[in-house]
């Protein structure tokens, strides 16, 4: 059995976590919460305790799929691999910056662009870590489900302001 290189693994779980947690730092989350929750919002929207168990659980899991890439990939040395991983960070600062976007600026419109580039970031994403790994590229299945569903739900939202 091979043995697993614990700290680039706990830093690729660290990663995206560490940075979905500053982005949510960094917006007040007591005005969010009169800010959100005055907002149409469709019956079919989760309850507010489960994004954050929900963004923990998909953050970890690509996080645990860059580490397979990194391992399989041999890492930063070889070209390819540090591209598609390059490339997953730069998705990750923008599915960071959708939360500054929506909630911080508190703008919908905004947040939607910037989901839409979040969403065919990471679909790239998925599709650039399967070529290295298999189970990389499926462990980001979730993780586009949830985006696929935070797009509609961000849709709905900006679609109801229009009307209003």
Do not use: C, Q
Not at 13 to 42: D, Q, V
Not at 60 to 68: D, E, M, N
Not at 86 to 95: A, G, M, P, Q, S
Request: no cysteine; charged share 10%.
């Amino acid at each position: 059995m091979a043995t697993v290189a614990l700290l680039p693994l706990l830093g690729g779980i660290l990663l995206p976590n560490a940075g979905g947690l500053l982005s949510s730092l960094a917006i007040n989350m007591r005005t969010l919460n009169e800010w959100y929750t005055n907002l149409e919002l469709p019956k079919w929207k989760p309850p507010n305790w489960l994004f954050g168990p929900a963004w923990l659980i998909l953050y970890t899991l690509i996080g645990v799929s860059s580490y397979l890439v990194w391992k399989k990939g041999n890492g930063f040395h070889d070209s390819n691999t540090a591209f598609i991983l390059v490339f997953y960070v730069i998705h990750l600062i923008l599915n960071w910056l959708w939360v500054i976007f929506f909630f911080g600026f508190r703008n919908p419109e905004l947040g939607l662009y910037s989901i839409w580039l979040v969403d065919i970031t990471a679909l790239a994403t998925a599709i650039l870590f399967f070529t290295i790994d298999k189970t990389a590229g499926l462990l980001f299945i979730p993780y586009l489900a949830w985006l696929g569903y935070a797009t509609a739900l961000n849709t709905y939202i900006v679609s109801n302001e229009k009307k209003s």
